[in-house]
Nanobody
Framework: QVQLVESGGGLVQAGDSLRLSCAAS?????VGWFRQAPGNVRGFVAG???????????RYADSVKGRFTISRDNAKNTVYLQMNNLKPEDTAVYYC?????????????????WGQGTQVTVSS
């Protein structure tokens, strides 16, 4: 079983940046970031999968393409989500999740392990 711990959330203004971290207790393959705003379903934000030490594959939701960047440090078992040019509509609880195989899937049911979430609030 893998344990995930998110950090880096906070309150920022529109246009600001934040970097979220997802620290895993062990090796992971595919890691996804999801977010859930009040009254909304949890939705896919970005995902990254490990294939070789020098190559990874990424995938993004259309709403964050060009603003968010997902990356990973395999030596630290940590995945990052760099969020730039934040907008009020990015306000949500952000969760990281992992699945024990490659392939970046966008459904919540495709991921077996989840972190507790970190709040991101963007004021206008």
């Amino acid at each position: 079983q893998v344990q995930l711990v998110e950090s880096g959330g906070g309150l920022v203004q529109a246009g600001d940046s934040l970097r979220l971290s997802c620290a895993a207790s062990g090796r992971t393959f595919t890691v996804g970031w999801f977010r859930q705003a009040p009254g909304n379903v949890r939705g896919f934000v970005a995902g990254i999968t490990w294939t070789y030490a020098t190559y990874t594959n990424t995938r993004y939701a259309d709403s964050v393409k060009g603003r968010f960047t997902i990356s990973r440090d395999n030596a630290k078992n940590t995945v990052y989500l760099q969020m730039n040019n934040l907008k009020p509509e990015d306000t949500a609880v952000y969760y990281c999740a992992t699945r024990m195989s490659t392939g970046i899937y966008t459904g919540v049911n495709d991921y077996a392990y989840w972190g507790q979430g970190t709040q991101v609030t963007v004021s206008s």
